[in-house]
């Protein structure tokens, strides 16, 4: 009887040593979960304000863009009337000189936003890679078997 309790004793012993490794286990695995899930988050915001600020560029680059096709076709309609001659050729030749200019830096700006827009969509696919890299890691091939073992820990006793 003596022999058999003392198998009984160790033999919990040994099932509270299982469940006490296995609590730990699931702390951890806990533990992992959370910090995947801030990380996820954070990954999200992050992709959510690129897009915001791919959207905004998008924006200021199609105004650009209409800016510099209004500059330019007041740069051909200057030229028009400047290749017409006359008297008024000083004034027009200051018209055209205008338009040039007001053109060249409408299409610098474009160019610009256009650059910005290119960035800002760079932004954005890092954004998602980031967002897909912390979506592939799952703690389900650690959380099972922790979890299985705990369950397992409490039916034994």
């Known amino acids: 009887m003596k022999k058999k309790h003392a198998e009984l004793c160790a033999q919990i012993k040994e099932l509270e040593a299982e469940q006490a490794t296995a609590m730990a286990g699931n702390q951890q695995a806990s533990a992992s979960v959370s910090q995947q899930k801030e990380g996820m988050q954070a990954a999200e915001s992050e992709l959510s304000s690129a897009e915001a600020i791919s959207v905004k560029e998008s924006k200021e680059a199609a105004l650009a863009g209409d800016e510099a096709a209004a500059a330019k076709a007041r740069l051909a309609k200057a030229e028009q009337l400047k290749n017409g001659g006359g ?49 592939t890691h799952s703690n389900a091939g650690v959380v099972a078997p922790t979890l299985l073992t705990l369950v397992l820990g409490f039916i034994t006793i």
Do not use: F
């Open 87 to 135: 008297e008024q050729s000083a004034a027009l030749n200051a018209e055209v000189e205008k338009a040039k200019k007001e053109y060249e830096i409408a299409k610098e700006t474009y160019t610009k936003e256009a650059n910005d827009v290119k960035a800002a969509q760079k932004r954005v696919a890092q954004a998602k890679a980031e967002l897909a890299k912390w979506e």
